[in-house]
C-alpha cells in the first residue's frame, strides 16, 4: 500500500503540472487569435506601385489578416508569407469592407487574381471560399479596386523593396 501512494503521488503531480501548462498555453492562443494582433511592416512593389503592407507569417496572423481592421488606403494592405508552395483559399468572414486578393508564386509572379471580393455577411459555414486553383507562396490582400486602379494583371510581378527611397 505504502509503494502504492510512493508511485501515485508523482504521477498525480505530473498530471496536474501538465494540465495546467496545457491550460495556459490554450487560454494564451486563444487571446492571441481573438484580441489584437500586432502585425509588422514592410514595403513591397507589384510592378511600379510601392506599398506598405502588415506581414502576416504565422499560422495566428494569417488566420486574423485583416479581419476587424478599417478599410485600408490603397497604397496599404496585408501581404501573406507562407512556408511552401500550396493552394492557399480565403473567407472573408468578419471582414468590414471588400478585398482584391492577389496570389503570387515563389518567384514573385501573379498566379491569380480575384477582385472586388465582398465581405461575408452569414455564419462561417455558409461564406464563400475563394480558391486561386493555382499554388502561391504569398498572397497580397488589398481594399477592392486596387488591382484594377494601377492595371495589377496575371501578368504583374511582386518585388520586396530592399531601399524605401528607390
Partial sequence: MNNKILIIIPVLAVIVVAMLVLQNTISDYDVVAVGDQSFYSDTIKIDDVIIDVQIADTVVKRDRGLMFQEQTPYDQGMLFIYEELGNYAFWMYNMGFSLDIIWFDENGNAVHIKRDVPPCSTE???????????????????????????????????????DKTS
Fill in 124 to 162: 462561417p459555414e455558409y461564406c464563400t471560399i475563394y480558391d486561386p486553383g493555382a499554388k502561391a507562396l504569398y498572397v497580397f490582400e488589398a481594399t477592392a479596386g486596387f488591382a484594377d486602379r494601377f492595371g495589377i494583371t496575371e501578368d504583374s510581378k511582386f518585388s520586396w523593396i530592399v
